[in-house]
């Protein structure tokens, strides 16, 4: 797929979670959720290399929602002093925080799709660990 179409592709899945979300937390009160606007047209690269197109999409469609503005606690993409703690739990508590949700961040984080070598690229990418 091209890249046009693969950013189209992401706008369109992220503006549809975006909506979802919105309507099922409706009446919990008003939520703040990444709009089109305010995601980048791809995800910034702290340091980890690219992601494949399917961790790409992952990302937009599920971390992005939190980890663009720091939704509800949550680190953002590529703020290594906000990682650095958790980094330092080691990859398989990170992981295990992911899968089972910690804090605001739900089981697995919003990604039904993902494994956990998704998960550990997606980690990996966000916290800009090598």
């Known amino acids: 797929m091209s890249r046009p179409g ?37 995800p910034p690269a702290p340091g980890t290399g690219e992601l494949t197109p399917l961790n790409m999409e992952q990302w937009a ?8 503005r720091g939704e509800g606690g949550a680190p953002v993409l590529g703020d290594a002093a906000a990682w650095a703690p958790r980094l330092a739990q080691g990859e398989e508590m990170l992981l295990n925080h992911t899968v089972e949700g910690l804090n605001n961040m739900p089981p697995l ?13 997606l980690i990996r990418f966000m916290g800009g660990s090598r």
């Open 6 to 42: 693969l950013l189209s592709l992401t706008a369109l899945l992220l503006l549809a979670a975006c909506t979802q979300e919105a309507n099922d937390s409706a009446a919990a009160g008003p939520s703040t959720t990444v709009t089109e606007a305010s995601m980048p047209d791809t």
């Open 61 to 68: 469609r599920s971390c992005a929602l939190c980890h663009v």
């Open 109 to 121: 984080g919003y990604c039904m799709d993902c494994e956990s070598g998704d998960f550990v690229a």
